[in-house]
Each structure stands twice: as C-alpha cells, then as structure tokens.
T-cell receptor
Framework: NAGVTQTPKFQVLKTGQSMTLQCAQD?????MYWYRQDPGMGLRLIYY???????DKGEVPNGYNVSRLNKREFSLRLESAAPSQTSVYFC?????????????FGQGTRLTVV | DQQVKQNSPSLSVQEGRISILNCDYT??????FLWYKKYPAEGPTFLIS?????DKNEDGRFTVFLNKSAKHLSLHIVPSQPGDSAVYFC?????????????FGKGTKLTVNP
C-alpha cells in the first residue's frame, strides 16, 4: 500500500546543478501536484497536472519544469539550482470531482542548494 | 495576496482541553475546505473536510465549522491529546479546469501539554 512515493528523500546540490525529483502514485489518481514548503510559508503550489499529458503552473513555477510521464508519474526538474530553491518538496495526488477531494502526499524531498 | 490565512503560528493547550484552530479565506470561489495534519519529517495527512454547503462536519474528536458569510472556518479538537501535537494546515479548493487545486495556509503549530 505505497500511496505516493517520492525519490530521493534528501539531496544536496551545488548552485547551477540540475536534478529531477521523481514522484509516483499507485492509487490511479488523475491529478498530481508539486508543492514546496518553506518555514513560515506553508505549502505553495509549484505545478500541477489535471490528467496525463497536461500540466499547469501554480503559484511559484519559476525555475522549475515538470513532466507528466504517464498517469502514475509526475517529475519535477530543476534545470539550474539556486539557493532560493532550498526547501522541502512534496508531491501529491488526488481524484478530482469526488465529494472527498483530499490530496494524498508523499513523505517529501529535502533539498539543499549550496 | 494570501487567499488562505492562519493568523496564529502556534497554539499551546493542556491535555484534555479543547484546541481551536482558526482559518480565514478571501476567495469566494472556494467550495471545499480541508484540514491537514503534519508531523516533522512526514508528508501532510488529511484530517477532515467540509463542503461549502454545510456549516459543520464532525469526525470523532475533530469538528470543523464553516461560516461562509465571515469566510472563516475553525477546527475543534476535543479532548486534546499529546499525540495531536503537530502542524495543522488549513486548505481550500475551487474546481478549475477539471482539477481541484488546493491552496494552503501557513499552518498553526499545536502543542498539547500532558
């Protein structure tokens, strides 16, 4: 019963390096999301995908790209990491249109950019 | 402009007493409201939700109240237990393009003292 799985759990990057955060869900959900959590800022939406093949910007998309590879997987890419992208990143998925539209979250990726 | 506001960064209560966490929102298009609980080093987990057509929803020790005219909701925990100590996020959603995007508040850290 995995739910939402994120890899890696921890990562340290140097400024300018690139990396991809992976996310996969096994709940057959249509919608997937990437959030970042910063101290005192709550959870802010970076990108979301309503269905396979579609992606849209959220509140803080600058510096990121995403790929909805298939229904299960939604990756987040940092092309040139900056210290301002040091954060905890959460992937989530949900079934839109249901009475109970809560999102299920992964355990997070703690990213440090030095 | 913050659409979901949790104005109390922290709250401390005694075990057995009531905990009341508050949340205000500004977007009248929000039609679904949720509370998430987050422990350190874990992803947020869904706690309880309420549709905009209701003014109260109860689940065990947890009750959420919605006052649409005031654009205000609150989470009541009775009785509070030490295991309830966590960060609580208020979230709101509005159906948009077939995907319900969750907008989160900054969170309230609840500490329940034995």
């Amino acid at each position: 019963n995995a739910g939402v799985t994120q890899t890696p759990k921890f990562q340290v990057l140097k400024t300018g390096q690139s990396m991809t955060l992976q996310c996969a869900q096994d709940m057959n959900h249509n919608s997937m999301y990437w959030y970042r959590q910063d101290p005192g800022m709550g959870l802010r939406l970076i990108y979301y995908s309503a269905s396979e093949g579609t992606t849209d910007k959220g509140e803080v998309p600058n510096g990121y790209n995403v790929s909805r590879l298939n229904k299960r997987e939604f990756s987040l890419r940092l092309e040139s990491a900056a210290p301002s992208q040091t954060s905890v990143y959460f992937c989530a998925s949900s079934v839109p249109g249901q009475p109970n539209t809560e999102a299920f979250f992964g355990q997070g990726t703690r990213l440090t950019v030095v | 402009d913050q659409q979901v506001k949790q104005n109390s960064p922290s709250l401390s209560v005694q075990e057995g007493r009531i905990s009341i966490l508050n949340c205000d929102y500004t977007n009248s298009m929000f039609d679904y409201f949720l509370w998430y609980k987050k422990y350190p080093a874990e992803g947020p987990t869904f706690l309880i939700s309420i549709s905009s057509i209701k003014d109260k929803n109860e689940d065990g020790r947890f009750t959420v109240f919605l006052n649409k005219s005031a654009k205000h909701l609150s989470l009541h925990i009775v009785p509070s237990q030490p295991g309830d100590s966590a960060v609580y996020f208020c979230a709101a959603s509005a159906a948009e393009g077939g995907s319900e995007k969750l907008v989160f508040g900054k969170g309230t850290k609840l500490t329940v003292n034995p």
